[in-house]
DNA sequence: GCATATCAATCATAAAAAGCGATGGACTTG
DNA sequence: CAAGTCCATCGCTTTTTATGATTGATATGC
């Protein structure tokens, strides 16, 4: 029952939704009429539906027909995408592309570049891996990820190569109601000690990302939306990147906290394409690390 | 180089990822373990790219392989999906469901039934039409759509059967802008005369639906949204289905006007599931308006 | 209206493809 | 180290598929 369909039946079957008759598609499929009269037969006979209505001159699709020369499309695109990622590899690029991400770093100054990506590569499988902070770069070391957007923090590791991309200002936020919120003035590392700091955290190895970590008391967090929801709630206060509170901050749902000799650099943290440097990249993995280099690196 | 894949190839392929070796794979397809071996040999052959790494003991997939594995069980499952819409026929059910939707219509109340719906039939094809005001009827009466979830006005048509599923309360509204907003009263035919209204009609006989039509002047709109837009920025007044316009009437982007001796009824406009008399409906279509009618008829 | 061309179904036959079974070298397991 | 399991290879058989000719039906051109 299962397993008799043949590709080839689809494809005949759709040549013959194209071209409108069985003889006009053997002629484009090199084979005589009778070969895809049988084809369509054993199709028709397996799957036990009447594709066609013979009674006139041309055969006519019929309903059932015409769902299943849609569904054999879809089948037969699914199949060329198959064939499409096996000629990628014949001709070097890699089987597949993937993307580590952090949770801080933007994804809208990436679209352009990843749809080009897309473009000029259309068969290639890409993913993207977002876990917390550090995972990036063990998806870079165990070679999971050819490519990660990161941050690189305190400083670029020897086995990665890494271009700065572009900078992303961080902003210390604050839930209105929260005790800091009524500071009224820069607070310095005693007004802070005491209150919960929320940080976002490796998950495999919690001790790694102290950087920035002002109070004695941390809450971690792997997620960014996750630690988010606390914030809002009044739990803690921590740094969050610019482009996510902006509009909070404006709504009024989080008050920036001033801190002094705050150790985030004043221009932002630095996001970087980095990729493992035993690891070389394949095609598309360069054409993309260029593409982003050219794009965003100003 | 196109053409020659075939789904067995891919079944193949996908049964040794499955079991993990060449011999368990030809157990499972009751196939020698030859027959297995070859398979992958032109598969590979054919494709140009290696699948598996054959040094150890078992074969272990390469990383263009495991890609692969996973692009091949994307086609079975599309094959899969072909062969299920055929066997649904087989078993006597439409090949595809399509279902004509009026835009007045509000969507919540059907999502339980639709989702019953894709679940009792997996693998029929379901989809919509939303034309104008009227385009539910055409598309019932020319047999493109099985059922029709629409208004009948001013009464069901003797060539259509409907059962009533729920009534759609309207509510007159006008922009904040317009001067019948300032009336401050209950609006007379004389006060509404002058004003532009703003009619939803059939695109292709747009005489036919002059149900509530009480201005001189009208502008017609053959979708819902658009005419929103107008109503908006204060162009005219016109009736809109309660759910789409209470948002808006509490933010206070739209005003409700009370008109006198309103033609439209109180307790709503009847919603209908309607389909053509002459038309008998399938086994899914059946379903659904047997499903439709126990959740909905109160 | 009639001749001609084109269409699809059918059948016997030829060609191609796929499965089978046996064999041999390689690796694992106990 | 022996027994068991793995995969590749090969000759052979079976099955599948395409071919080419024929027939009956429908369209097209004169």
Redesign the pocket.
């Known amino acids: 029952m299962i397993g008799s369909l043949?590709l080839?039946q689809l494809r005949v079957l759709v040549t013959?939704a194209d071209t409108g008759?069985?003889?006009?598609?053997?002629r484009k499929l090199?084979?005589?009429?009778?070969?895809?009269?049988?084809?369509?037969?054993?199709l028709e006979d397996i799957q036990g539906v009447s594709l066609?209505d013979?009674?006139?001159?041309?055969?006519l699709l019929t309903d059932t027909g015409r769902v299943l020369v849609e569904q054999a499309r879809l089948v037969l695109a699914s199949a060329a995408k198959f064939e499409g990622v096996a000629m990628g590899v014949r001709q070097g690029l890699e089987p597949e592309l993937v993307i580590a991400i952090d949770p801080l770093v933007p994804t809208a100054p990436f679209i352009e570049s990843l749809s080009a990506l897309s473009q000029t590569f259309p068969n290639l499988p890409v993913s993207f891996s977002t876990e917390g902070l550090g995972g990036s770069l063990r998806w870079l070391r165990r070679d999971s990820a050819a490519i990660g957007i990161c941050l690189l923090l305190p400083s670029i590791p020897d086995d990665i190569t890494a271009y700065p991309l572009l900078r992303v200002r961080m902003q210390a936020v604050v839930a209105p109601g929260h005790p800091l919120a009524k500071l009224g003035r820069t607070a310095t590392p005693i007004d802070l000690e005491p209150h919960v700091q929320l940080v976002l955290s490796d998950p495999i190895d919690p001790g790694s990302a102290n950087f920035g970590v002002s109070s004695a008391r941390c809450w971690r967090f792997v997620d960014l939306s996750r630690r988010l929801d606390f914030l809002l709630s009044g739990f803690g206060w921590c740094r969050m990147p610019e482009h996510l509170v902006a509009e909070l901050v404006t709504a009024g749902s989080l008050v920036p906290l001033h801190i002094e000799n705050d150790p985030t650099p004043e221009e932002g943290l630095t996001i970087y394409a980095a990729h493992a440097r035993n690891q070389p990249l394949g095609k598309a993995g360069q054409w993309l690390l260029d593409d982003l280099r050219r794009r965003l690196h100003s």
């Open positions: 043949t080839d013959i008759s069985f003889s006009a598609a053997g090199g084979r005589v009429q009778s070969a895809i009269s049988q084809t369509i037969a054993t066609f013979r009674s006139g001159y041309r055969p």
